[in-house]
């Protein structure tokens, strides 16, 4: 539920919120509509999509006009059904997210939900995830409408509030009820990638296009053994041999598929752009892919997007200092590689422990495990419409398939239901 006071906004609502209420106090009335025909659970969630044009009323043309349905979903949830006038094309779908991460006041600089501007940046929580995305989408849409121009092919919009933590209620429950429907897209757009500059290519912009999403692996690692009393240790107890088990798995990574995967591809269509003496082995991966393969593995950043990474992230053992533990347990996180299998991976685990006193067991989390996206093609109709508006806006700029490293819990959420649709 969202919590009305000036001074305590809910997390989830953003700091758009909070800069609306800061602006125009605390009462329950929306100014989309002084009438108040809708619920007032609509009216609470309609100011997050104003992050920067506040009043909300700067959108009322989006969500008022004739050939725009808009539902609330779980209630909190948005999805815009745009009608284009040729209902014989396919439809795609642009998603967002409203919610946050929770910010710490005292950790920041600035009130992480007061939306302040200066010559530079935009501050505040949500600002870069994923305000940018979800007002870009409200601008492009706000912009159509107000031109009195209508699309040709049917487009849906859709805005979780809870991916943060999985999107479960959201994203899930939105893609459930677009498959209820018998809905088919075209393709999908989501958070991703970005535009950088002189990082890819030296000394000029690139953009990258995400086409395929690492699996999430969550595994847990236990071993059982007889404890003791600190003055009469063993050779080995159960936290030594833990420890030697997360030592070995994070001392050594899983095989890289270089060669196999999308940054081939990548390289491949940015290769024109590189200075001639990067191009050559660029554009001859046949001859030198292994020593490509070798320098990619150099930064953890690039080492990510060719490979399986694992990382410890919790190690529990003892309750007290002078008693032996009998049990000691560690968390893994395997961010899994769309060239492997989660069987692939827990037996290259296995492999490495080499110790079959170490249990592996698959565990729930916040974040479910799931397996890999497929890898969409970069030949595809939705990559060239992609394509066509990155460089419309950035000039010249160059626009290959990439793969981010981390993964959107919406399509998480939601991608055995909407690839499906595809």
């Known amino acids: 539920m969202l919590n009305w006071h000036r001074n305590s906004v809910c ?9 609306w209420l800061h602006m125009h106090g605390s009462s329950r009335q929306c100014l989309l509509c002084s009438a108040a025909p809708w619920s007032w659970r609509y009216h609470a969630v309609l100011p ?4 920067l044009s506040l009043p909300c009323v700067e959108y009322a043309a989006v969500f008022t006009c004739p050939f725009i349905t808009v539902e609330v979903v779980s209630n909190y949830s948005f999805l815009f059904t745009v009608s284009g006038s040729d209902s014989s094309l396919q439809p795609y779908l642009l998603m967002s997210h409203i919610d946050v991460v929770p910010a710490v006041s005292k950790e920041w600089t600035v009130d992480p939900f007061a939306g302040d501007i200066d010559d530079t940046y935009i501050w505040g929580r ?17 912009g159509m409408v107000t031109s009195n121009r209508r699309p040709k092919r049917t487009f849906y919009v859709a805005f979780g509030h809870d991916e943060e933590v999985g999107g479960v209620q959201g994203a899930a429950v939105t893609a459930s009820l677009l498959q209820q429907r018998g809905v088919h897209f075209d393709f999908i757009l989501d958070e991703g990638m970005v535009v950088v500059e002189d990082t890819v290519i030296p000394g000029r912009l690139a953009a990258l296009v995400g086409v395929a999403e690492k699996g999430l692996l969550t595994i847990r690692l236990s071993i059982n053994m007889t404890g003791g009393h600190s003055s009469a240790p063993r050779a080995e107890s159960s936290l030594s041999a833990m420890a030697r088990a997360v030592a070995k798995l994070s001392q050594t990574p899983h095989p890289h598929h270089f060669g196999h995967g999308v940054e081939v591809d990548m390289l491949e269509q940015l290769a024109p752009y590189f200075p001639i003496a990067r191009r050559v082995f660029i554009s001859n991966l046949w001859l030198f892919g292994p020593l490509v393969a ?10 990510a997007g060719i490979r399986t990474t694992t990382s410890v992230t919790i190690f529990n053992s003892g309750i007290k200092a002078n008693v032996i533990p009998g049990y000691a347990e560690a968390i ?19 492999d490495i422990i080499d110790d079959d006193r170490i249990k592996i067991d698959l565990i729930p989390t916040v974040l479910p495990n799931h397996p890999p996206s497929p890898i969409s093609s970069s030949k595809s109709f939705g990559f060239s419409v992609i394509r066509k508006s990155v460089q419309a806006i ?10 981010p490293v981390m993964a959107t819990q919406q399509c998480e959420s939601s991608r055995d239901v909407l690839c499906s649709q595809l």
Do not use: Y
């Open 11 to 19: 997390t989830c609502v953003t700091w758009a919120h909070s800069t």
């Open 294 to 303: 070798w320098l990619f593995s150099q930064k953890p950043e690039t080492a």
């Open 394 to 403: 950035f000039k010249d700029t160059p626009v290959a398939p990439g793969k």
């Open 126 to 142: 949500g600002a870069i995830d994923v305000k940018n995305t979800l007002l870009a989408i409200m601008e492009a849409v706000n």
């Open 332 to 350: 893994v996180n395997h961010r899994v590689n769309p060239r492997d299998s989660f069987d692939e991976v827990l037996e290259r685990d296995r």
């Open 48 to 51: 997050v999509v104003c992050v």
